[in-house]
């Protein structure tokens, strides 16, 4: 069995941009508009949504983009980036202006980032 991509929600094109394109470094794949009857049908939310698939060669990320950005609640969802250059990359986030969370456990430190609108990566790698 094989992950054929997780998905995400962004209240701009702007936003997923800015995140899966300048700090992912992912292609944009393709694009297009999901009608507002097939956004009921597949999720249940009565809107018109954007949806924007970005990858690279190992993981492929599909972004909604909806009409009206969802409130937040709380969520124990995440995904997992392993990344080479972990440190770099936290780095590249934080000079983003993206949130990054160090969470001490044990002897190990936890990193997670928060993109633009609120979608959790945990980072791990070396």
């Known amino acids: ?3 054929a991509h997780v998905s995400a929600v962004c209240s ?11 700090i992912l470094g992912l292609t944009e794949v393709k694009s297009g508009i999901l009608e507002k009857t097939l956004v ?6 009565s809107c018109e949504c954007r949806i924007v698939l970005y990858a690279n060669e190992e993981i492929s990320i599909e972004v909604f983009i909806p ?8 969520s124990f ?5 392993e990344v080479d250059g972990k440190e770099q990359f936290l780095a590249r986030c ?3 202006g993206l949130h990054v969370n160090l969470v001490p456990k044990g002897e190990k430190v936890l990193s ?5 609108d609120g979608n959790l990566y945990e980072i791990i790698g070396e």
């Not at 701009?12 to 300048?22: G, I, T």
């Not at 969802?77 to 980036?81: Q, R, S, V």
């Not at 997670?112 to 633009?116: N, Y």
């Open 1 to 3: 069995m094989k992950l």
């Open 12 to 22: 701009s094109l702007e936003n997923a941009e800015r995140f899966y394109k300048v």
């Open 40 to 45: 009921e049908q597949l999720f249940d939310i």
């Open 67 to 74: 009409e009206e950005f969802p409130a937040k609640s709380p």
């Open 77 to 81: 969802m995440h995904h997992c980036l």
């Open 94 to 96: 934080r000079d983003a």
């Open 112 to 116: 997670f980032v928060t993109d633009f």
